[in-house]
């Protein structure tokens, strides 16, 4: 997984709650920052940023939950789009 990813969604997420102390680890919706608006931006951050497409089967909360779990998810769908190419 690249750390550069997990720091660049970390970053984007501070940025918008830069009172929240949030490790790559830490559940974003649990501690209560993450609304269904503020879900969808991190999708399009996550699609913009990072040149991928999220599908609606991937469009689930688990691969949101956490920078690390979000950071997997680009890694995964930029292997598929090498794989398809």
Known sequence: MSQHVQDQILAFIR????????????????IGFVNSLFAMELVMFVEKTFGVT???????????????????????????????V
């Open 15 to 30: 940025s918008r709650f830069p009172q929240a102390e949030i490790s790559d680890t830490e559940d974003i919706f649990q």
């Open 54 to 84: 999220v599908p609606n089967d991937e469009l689930r909360m688990d691969n949101f939950r956490t920078a690390k779990s979000m950071a997997e998810l680009v890694d995964r769908l930029s292997a598929a789009s090498v794989v398809e």
